[in-house]
């Protein structure tokens, strides 16, 4: 379970968040709705432990993220979370399936189990026959495909995701988000940030966020 206590965030003067609470259950899925500017993908950092909060509490399976040190920190959201990124963030001269062995390799596995699981995860996404081209000899649509096979590489209960269509068109986001639902109902919790309520609708339950606050 995730919970948002009470959260404050400040740049300065300015007030990203603004005394914010949200509780997200296990195998919940959950869209954070809000125009650009308005503090959702500051919350989204927030609870993935990548933000210090100026006031509040952020805990995850009852442990607060921010009473844990730096390394700690980093240990605990490598296990339990994974990222979908709008921009993808794939590691340009890797293979599709060396960036999805990339989290793997980080956590040290050995070099066979690496390539079996992304191969696994691969196949999952529909990605089969594209193990081993690299990032700009895919589409928009299966570079995302591979940021999810490669969000799930360390078997994470939570799949953070900020814009995860941004930069696709209707169509493949629309194929995207049905990949996403499918990971909720295989019983991963997801967070996902959007301005667009469509893409919002996948979600069981949709949250608005204006001007750093929550407001249905």
Do not use: W
């Not at 995850?60 to 339990?80: C, I, W």
């Not at 980080?106 to 696994?120: C, F």
């Not at 690299?134 to 589409?139: G, I, R, T």
């Not at 360390?154 to 209707?170: C, H, K, R, Y």
């Amino acid at each position: 379970m995730i919970e948002v206590k009470n959260v404050t965030k400040a740049y300065g003067s300015i007030e990203a968040l603004k005394d914010v609470s949200l509780e997200v259950k296990d195998g919940d899925f959950v869209s954070l709705l809000g125009p650009s500017g308005s503090g959702k993908t500051t919350l989204l950092n927030l609870v993935a432990g990548l933000l210090t909060p100026t006031s509040g509490q952020v805990l995850v399976d009852g442990v607060s993220l921010y009473e844990l040190s730096p390394r700690e920190r980093t240990a605990f959201r490598r296990e339990k979370f994974g990222f979908i990124f709008q921009a993808f963030n794939l590691i340009t001269y890797l293979t599709a399936i060396e960036n999805v062995e990339m989290p793997l390799y980080l956590a040290g596995m050995r070099p066979e189990k690496q390539r079996v699981i992304a191969s696994q995860l691969l196949e999952k996404v529909g990605l089969k026959d594209r193990f081993f081209h690299l990032p700009s000899e895919l589409s928009t649509g299966e570079q995302q495909r591979i940021a999810i096979a490669r969000s799930l590489a360390n078997n994470a209960s939570v799949t953070l995701a900020d814009e995860p269509t941004g930069n696709l068109d209707s169509k493949t986001g629309e194929e995207l988000m049905g990949y996403v639902k499918k990971l909720n109902e295989e019983g991963v919790t997801v967070l996902l940030v959007t301005h667009d309520p469509s893409v919002a609708t996948f979600a069981r339950r949709s949250i608005q966020v204006v001007d750093g606050r929550i407001m249905s």
